[in-house]
């Protein structure tokens, strides 16, 4: 399943972009805690690539904490400062104020050298939709200025939002590259919610879901939907989908059982878990 879209407002979306970057200090790049890799725009990851840049793990309440701190490190290792948050339940923020903080201090210091008073530092967030971007600057506000919704798309233009730390916050619509290469990464963000629900085929999502949690979360895939190990070994992925569909008490609506599965994941009924583990995307 390659997926493939480009509206119109995704490429003026990303145009947006590249035209603001000459006027902000910063950019924070928001991704979804569970997909570390999967969830960043390789377009944008161009764009911004010249600029300073931090990027924060976002939805970290609903990621496995073992892979996040692996996560950081690996980004740390490729040069970038990066900080988990939960912003939902605000959980995370100081942290993340002191890194912007910290990383524009040689600016605030020339500001100050200079007397320059009144000044105003800029940050732009970016990534892709329903990673929770306005949500993160609604908390750095401190009041809820940014609409959210849980659903992708919900921001439609840029809108800049004033704070009182002398930082001027920029938020942006989400955006997602013209083509999903790797399928894998399709799915991913899919079961995320990033993409809309209408553009999937949720039986391929839910199918993908069930051999990760094989591989990874056999206990709590087991545990959820009490099932027998010798059944689970005798069966592949889809007898399995086709087995659950039946339990579940759907007949044979396996569209049913997979949105479901897909519910499930996204409602941590097999506990918190990351569809991207460190080092696969490494292997050749
Ligand atoms: N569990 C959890 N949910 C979150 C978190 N942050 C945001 N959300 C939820 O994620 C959904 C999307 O949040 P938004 O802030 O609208 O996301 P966005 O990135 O601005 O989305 P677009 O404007 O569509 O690109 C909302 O339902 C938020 O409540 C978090 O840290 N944890
Ligand atoms: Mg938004």
Not at 37 to 56: A, G, T
Not at 206 to 233: K, S
């Amino acid at each position: 399943m390659v997926m493939q879209w480009y509206p119109g407002h995704m490429n003026k979306a990303k145009n947006q972009v590249q035209d603001r970057l000459k006027m902000v200090d910063i950019v924070l790049e928001i991704v979804d805690a569970r997909l570390p890799f999967s969830s960043r725009n390789p377009v944008l990851e161009q764009i911004i690539d010249q600029k300073k840049h931090i990027i924060i793990l976002n939805k970290s309440d609903l990621a496995d904490p073992k892979r996040t701190k692996d996560w950081k490190v690996n980004f740390e290792q490729e040069g970038t400062k990066s900080v988990e948050l939960d912003a939902k339940h605000n959980k995370g923020l100081g942290k993340l104020k002191d890194l912007i903080r910290g990383e524009l201090s040689d600016k605030i210091a020339k500001y100050e050298a200079n007397g320059v008073k009144n000044y105003r530092i800029k940050a732009m967030c970016i990534g892709i939709p329903n990673v929770g971007k306005s949500t993160i600057l609604n908390r750095i506000v401190g009041k809820n200025v940014a609409v959210t919704g849980n659903r992708p798309g919900v921001t439609k233009n840029q809108n800049w939002l004033k704070t009182d730390l002398g930082i001027d916050l920029l938020d942006t619509p989400g955006i997602l590259w013209p083509k999903i290469d790797d399928p894998k990464v399709g799915m991913k963000l899919a079961l995320s919610g990033a993409i809309k629900d209408k553009i999937y085929s949720p039986d391929d999502v839910a199918i993908y879901a069930l051999n990760f949690m094989e591989t990874y979360y056999i206990d709590e895939l087991m545990d959820a939907y009490e099932i027998d190990r010798t059944d689970l070994y005798n069966s592949t992925t889809p007898e399995l989908l086709m087995n659950l569909t039946k339990k579940f008490g759907y007949k044979d609506d396996y569209d049913k059982a997979s949105r479901k599965i897909i519910n499930d994941v996204r409602k941590l009924r097999f506990g918190r878990i990351t569809f991207d583990v460190p080092g696969e995307f490494y292997e050749e």
